[in-house]
């Protein structure tokens, strides 16, 4: 956020609001962070959020009220308007883990791995349609390396699409399926791909 700010990429009114989060400043340009679905008592000018969700804060103003409004244009395309002194369940959305990130995808991520195990790390991994970087320490990467070779069974997820997609065309599951996350992955790889469900294979 100091770079965004550096670089006169944060904009407009600059508004220090006390949210459940915090006493944290807000400028147009800043990441928005939703963590409680929107209420009517919560004076949602426009539009509704559900928890989890982001956006991009467009403006700060005030109505000829006197009303604070923060604009946000949701990740999803919809404009939301709400009074930041009603509605506080906010924060910056610049960084968020594992868990609440669960179902949000992004052209690009940044991933920082912290002390998560092998199949955090996959989770993880599955946030980006085109590009993923992954942030580590070298301790964590020696000790990547010392658990290379390690056989990893696939998801219940994985598993559950593959047999979905077996069945819907007509497909047979390869011998050891069930057991290797490397042979579900690369069969998820080829037959999500041919099928037009996945832009990319990688």
Request: glycine share 8%.
């Amino acid at each position: 956020r100091e770079t965004m700010k550096e670089k006169g990429l944060l904009s407009g009114i600059r508004a220090e609001v006390k949210t459940s989060h915090g006493i944290t400043e807000f400028q147009g340009g800043d990441r928005i962070f939703f963590t409680a679905p929107s209420k009517k008592k919560h004076h949602f000018i426009e539009g509704a959020v559900l928890n989890g969700e982001t956006g991009t804060l467009q403006k700060i103003e005030q109505d000829a009220s006197g009303t604070w409004l923060f604009h946000v244009r949701m990740d999803d395309g919809k404009d939301i308007a709400f009074d930041p002194l009603k509605y506080d369940h906010f924060k910056h959305g610049y960084a968020i883990t594992i868990n609440k990130s669960q179902g949000a995808t992004a052209e690009e991520t940044h991933n920082y791995v912290a002390s998560q195990g092998l199949e955090q790390l996959y989770v993880q991994l599955t946030r980006q349609e085109y590009v993923a970087h992954v942030t580590m320490t070298e301790d964590q990467i020696n000790r990547a390396a010392d658990q290379a070779g390690v056989d990893l069974a696939p998801t219940a997820k994985m598993l559950s699409y593959a047999e979905s997609l077996a069945e819907k065309n007509g497909l047979a599951l390869p011998d050891g399926i069930l057991e290797d996350f490397d042979l579900c992955r690369s069969f998820l790889n080829a037959h999500a791909y041919k099928m037009g469900e996945r832009e990319s294979a990688e």
